[in-house]
């Protein structure tokens, strides 16, 4: 009279309420669930220590003119300047299509006209203040609105973006081959990055100078291998890294054809060279 009966499985797993048949998928659900839940917590907090923000005078200065309005004068959307009659050139000057040899001789001079907005010379010429006083258009001076700090960042910006000769590359090659080979366009202005990077792990691409640069590229081979492979074998052996890496949007390209040994060696020389120290002083020439 033995009946095989159904064992009763809300016995067996009674704090579940499972029978044997879902077993397998609920646990996947839980497991996949927890592991979501971890990532989502454990992400922000790996990101914070794997990655910063970039910041560096150039960025800085460039994010502050930004907000400070020098763009709505100095950035021409258009590519135009904007017409300044009775001035002494007719326009306003553009940022980055190298006028401020026309005005300034020095990072100095840069600092002067952010502060009064002419410089010291100009200001203390007869003519030049009467041509100051009657021009359409005029500089404001900054000085009393933004602090030393933050001079100092737009003087670093403005000297990059109108690529006044640095101290420490005087003969520029590396900083040209960057412009001419479009590195500098992805890896911002004097490579100072912070450019959107949609997926990639901070969000943005790096650039060539702080803490993000010393992580991801230790020494000359490593640059090496960077420029000519768009790669580093080192962190592509990193999963998480990995992981950003296959999202990201924008990828580092290889330049093995189009870049010789000595062209690298003078872009890492270039690169070796750019010292925020140099740059945080308001007003060294
Ligand atoms: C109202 C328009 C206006 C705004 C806003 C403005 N400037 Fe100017 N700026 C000028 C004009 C005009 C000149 C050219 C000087 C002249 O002809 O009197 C000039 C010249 C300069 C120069 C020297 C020329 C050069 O290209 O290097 C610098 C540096 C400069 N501005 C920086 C800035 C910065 C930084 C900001 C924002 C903090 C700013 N300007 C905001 C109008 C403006
Ligand atoms: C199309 C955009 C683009 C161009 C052009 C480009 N890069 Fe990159 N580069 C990237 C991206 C994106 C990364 C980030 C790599 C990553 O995190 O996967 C990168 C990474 C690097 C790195 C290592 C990371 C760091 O902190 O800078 C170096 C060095 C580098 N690039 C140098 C150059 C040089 C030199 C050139 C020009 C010869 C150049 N890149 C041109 C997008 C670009």
């Known amino acids: ?3 095989t009966r159904e064992p009763d499985t809300r016995v067996r797993f009674p704090w ?3 029978s044997p048949a879902t077993v397998p998928g609920r646990l996947a659900t839980a497991t996949v669930a927890a592991a979501l839940l971890l990532a989502a917590l454990a992400l922000p907090v790996t990101r914070w220590l794997l990655w910063r923000w970039e910041s560096n005078p150039v960025l800085r200065g460039r994010l502050l003119a930004e907000d400070s309005g020098c763009f709505n004068c100095h950035f021409g959307f258009s590519r135009a300047e904007i017409p300044n009659p ?41 003519k030049a203040a009467a041509r100051l006083a009657s021009q359409h258009l005029r500089m404001p001076p900054y000085g009393d609105r933004l602090d030393d700090r933050e001079i100092a960042d737009l003087v670093s910006f403005v000297a990059a973006v109108e690529r006044l000769p ?13 412009r001419d080979h479009g590195c500098l366009a992805c890896h911002g202005i004097d490579g100072s990055g912070g450019l959107p990077n949609l997926g990639s792990l901070g969000g943005f691409i790096p650039g060539f100078r702080g803490r993000n640069f010393e992580d991801m590229v230790r020494d000359r081979t490593e640059f090496r291998e960077w420029v000519l492979d768009g790669t580093n074998s080192r962190l592509e052996s990193n999963p998480v890294i ?14 093995r054809d189009r870049l010789d040994s000595e062209q690298v060696d003078s872009l890492w020389q270039w690169v070796s060279s750019l010292d925020e120290s140099r740059e945080r002083k308001p007003s060294g020439a």
């Open 1 to 3: 009279m033995a009946e």
């Open 16 to 18: 579940l309420r499972l």
């Open 86 to 126: 009775g001035s002494r050139w007719g326009s306003v000057p553009r940022f980055g299509a190298g006028n401020a040899m026309m005005y300034v001789e020095s990072r100095a001079e840069i600092e002067e006209f952010i502060r009064f907005g002419a410089t010291r010379a100009w200001l203390d010429d007869a």
């Open 166 to 178: 640095s101290a420490n590359d005087p003969d520029d090659e590396g900083r040209t081959l960057a």
């Open 242 to 255: 990995r992981y950003f890496w296959k999202r990201q949007t924008i990828a580092m390209p290889a330049y």
